[in-house]
């Protein structure tokens, strides 16, 4: 059973420009959270999807977008990227809407120069 | 209010001996506490979680112990072991229509041999 996949791994961005990331969520959730780690600090949580819909969202600005597919992976977008959105930003799944386990995925370490 | 304090912020503990981690909050929506383990580039893995209305939960070696009218609660990680060594991060389950989490800023744990 695999668990919470991301990719890529690693990427490295311009400022100005704009970046995809992608999740496909634990066999069987349909819920995907996304959050932000800067080196140092817990994670930050950004948004939250369901049912192909942002259902909450934390404290970023609107160039973080998000998307859910059919079969409940997720992108997270950012647009014209700046330094500070270098850090390890973080996929979670949950079973469904409203279970509060939720699993994490390795991450992908952003390097915004 | 919706910040969860924990500390210590580091700590360097001698093989067999207890691990206390300590974290403290606010806000009383705040409904399920999860502790979560990371390894350096690694996603974090959930290890343990308690519901407000249970004062101790033990898995193996590791032991959450909650004060609900001190809004406190530790993770307590006996007969330490090197490969204990990770960051350890404490969470709390806000819970008000909708579901999101507030992460603590980590401790950095390292057993010595």
């Known amino acids: 059973d695999a668990g919470v996949t991301q990719s890529p791994t690693h990427l490295i961005k311009t400022r100005g420009q704009q970046v995809t990331l992608r999740c496909s969520p634990k066999s069987g959730h349909d819920t995907v959270s996304w959050y932000q780690q800067a080196l140092g600090q817990g994670p930050q949580f950004i948004f939250q999807y369901y049912e192909e819909e942002e259902r909450q969202r934390g404290n970023f600005p609107d160039r973080f977008s998000g998307h859910q597919f059919p079969n409940y992976s997720s992108e997270l977008n950012v647009n014209a990227l700046l330094l500070g959105d270098s850090a390890l930003y973080l996929c979670a799944s949950s079973l469904r809407w409203g279970l509060v386990e939720q699993y994490f995925g390795p991450g992908t370490r952003l390097t915004v120069t | 209010q919706q910040q969860v304090k924990q500390s210590p912020q580091s700590l360097i503990v001698q093989k067999g001996g207890i691990s206390i981690i300590n974290c403290a909050y606010e806000?009383?929506?705040?409904?399920?506490f999860p502790w979560y383990q990371q390894f350096p580039g690694k996603g974090p893995a959930l290890l343990i979680a308690?519901?407000?209305?249970?004062s101790e939960k033990k898995e193996g070696r590791f032991t959450i112990s909650f004060n609900k009218s001190a809004k406190q609660f530790s993770l307590h990680i006996m007969d330490s072991q090197p490969g204990d060594s990770a960051t350890y991060f404490c969470?709390?389950?806000?819970?008000?229509?909708?579901?999101?989490?507030?992460f603590g800023t980590g401790t950095r744990l390292k057993v010595l041999a």
């Open positions: 969470a709390a389950l806000l819970k008000t229509g909708t579901y999101k989490y507030i």
């Open positions: 308690i519901r407000p209305d249970v």
């Open positions: 806000n009383t929506a705040f409904d399920y």
